[in-house]
């Protein structure tokens, strides 16, 4: 069985070539000459740029207390409706990430506005409503920072009999 698949015999019709002279490894190769850093400037954002990660600073910061509000006036549904908002903002925030636009105060001020929003104590108890909100702080989150692992999310409070769910 041919393994190298190669139709003729190979042929050296060259004689044998004299090293016997030769000094290997006398002179090293030329060493590429290091090129110089190139300096960058200093990130001035434009005006626009500053104004939009101000306002998004703005939402978050106060995010926790409309939330608590809404809660208040509409109940569990005014969370739901507050988490379809919260949607639209975590859209937003995306798309100025993905623009680089992004700054370090807002990512920050994102993060602790997800602790807060969890640790707010609401009394929901249509779990698909904690599943809806936890949901959206967890695709926040995982937009800003993909690599950490949180375990501060409510637990679901499924009846485990339902038996005994309808007695009640």
Same mark, same amino acid.
């Given at each position: 069985?041919?393994?190298?698949?190669?139709?003729?015999?190979?042929?050296?019709?060259?004689?044998?070539?004299? *090293?016997? =002279? *030769?000094?290997?490894? +006398?002179?090293?190769?030329?060493?590429?000459?290091?090129? @110089?850093?190139?300096?960058?400037?200093?990130?001035?954002?434009?005006?626009?740029?500053?104004? &939009?990660?101000?306002?998004?600073?703005? @939402?978050?910061?106060? @995010?926790?207390?409309?939330?608590? !509000?809404?809660?208040?006036?509409?109940? &569990? /549904?005014?969370?739901?409706?507050?988490?379809?908002?919260?949607?639209?903002?975590?859209? !937003? /925030?995306?798309? $100025? =990430?993905?623009?680089?636009?992004?700054?370090?105060?807002?990512?920050?001020? @994102?993060?602790?506005?997800?602790?807060?929003?969890?640790?707010?104590?609401?009394?929901?108890?249509? &779990?698909?409503?904690?599943? *809806? $909100?936890?949901?959206?702080? !967890?695709? $926040?989150?995982?937009? /800003?920072?993909?690599?950490?692992?949180?375990?501060?999310?409510?637990?679901?409070?499924?009846?485990?009999?339902?038996?005994? *769910?309808? +007695?009640?």
């Amino acid at each position: 069985m041919d393994i190298t698949s190669k139709q003729a015999d190979t042929v050296d019709w060259g004689g044998e070539v004299d *090293y016997s =002279g *030769y000094e290997w490894f +006398k002179d090293p190769p030329p060493r590429p000459e290091p090129q @110089a850093q190139p300096t960058m400037d200093n990130y001035v954002p434009q005006p626009g740029v500053i104004e &939009q990660n101000e306002a998004f600073d703005f @939402a978050l910061k106060s @995010a926790p207390n409309v939330l608590y !509000a809404r809660f208040k006036q509409f109940g &569990q /549904l005014g969370v739901l409706a507050w988490c379809s908002e919260f949607g639209e903002l975590i859209d !937003a /925030l995306k798309q $100025l =990430g993905f623009d680089g636009n992004m700054f370090v105060s807002t990512r920050t001020q @994102a993060l602790k506005t997800c602790e807060e929003i969890l640790r707010l104590n609401l009394d929901i108890e249509m &779990q698909i409503i904690v599943m *809806y $909100l936890s949901s959206q702080v !967890a695709r $926040l989150r995982r937009f /800003l920072d993909s690599d950490r692992q949180w375990d501060d999310y409510p637990k679901p409070k499924f009846p485990v009999d339902p038996n005994e *769910y309808l +007695k009640s």
